[in-house]
């Protein structure tokens, strides 16, 4: 399948350099990928059955062509942002809870590996995650947290088997109690992708995992928790 995505986020950020929600970015880079792979099937939250879970995974963007499939999966990360940008009002809201961020966007790469794995040779796949937060990028100087496994550092690596650490609380946990396993290790660089304003939130930036169809060691099969 001939498709850049670093040159779909650029172009994408040229024309949409933040978007009101996950669902409008979602779509807008689903329409990009449509605008260049015509012939493609290009489809939203479509499940896609996998040999090492019980119930399908629903996935962002599922492209297929000519027999490939790539499997995207997008996270979009604010802090509270207003603002006219061109001629369009913006009203982010603010997520925080970044280390359930940063737990949530480890496991859709786990979720990209799982569907690559199934049906490599085949299948290519990316995580993706977009972002004003500057404390996702920016390594912190305590390292005493529960989500320090999970970190999103500029620098960092993502790779094996990854928990939360003694201390989270159950509600922190809930709904993500079950350790991460990766297959793949995964260099943490981020790009910038847009600044549409001044001020602590104004930039956007992003992190690309990619997920390729190479041989790999075959992975633990995941409990229902880690389906959707």
Not at 174 to 179: H, V
Not at 186 to 200: E, M
Not at 216 to 223: G, K, V
Request: with cysteine.
């Amino acid at each position: 399948m001939d498709l850049s995505i670093s040159e779909v986020l650029v172009a994408l950020s040229e024309q949409r350099p933040l978007f009101h929600s996950e669902a409008d970015f979602q779509h807008a880079i689903a329409w990009e990928i449509h605008k260049r792979l015509p012939g493609a099937s290009v489809r939203l939250e479509r499940p896609i059955e996998v040999s090492r879970t019980d119930k399908p995974l629903h996935v962002d963007v599922w492209i297929e062509q000519d027999g490939d499939a790539l499997a995207i999966e997008l996270k979009y990360k604010t802090r509270a942002f207003r603002g006219l940008v061109g001629n369009e009002w913006f009203a982010l809201r603010s997520h925080s809870a970044q280390d359930i961020g940063r737990y949530d966007f480890i496991k859709d790469i786990q979720r990209v590996e799982n569907i690559v794995a199934d049906r490599a040779p085949h299948a290519t796949g990316y995580a993706i995650l977009l972002t004003n937060d500057p404390s996702y990028w920016t390594r912190s100087s305590n390292d005493n947290t529960v989500d320090v496994k999970f970190r999103l550092h500029e620098g960092g690596k993502l790779h094996g088997a990854l928990e939360w650490g003694i201390g989270a609380s159950e509600g922190t946990k809930r709904g993500r109690e079950q350790p991460l396993q990766l297959a793949r290790s995964y260099a943490v660089r981020w790009k910038d992708y847009s600044h549409p304003a001044d001020g602590s939130y104004g930039t956007f930036r992003c992190l690309v995992a990619r997920v390729g169809n190479e041989a790999s060691t075959p992975l633990p099969r995941p409990s229902d928790a880690q389906t959707s």
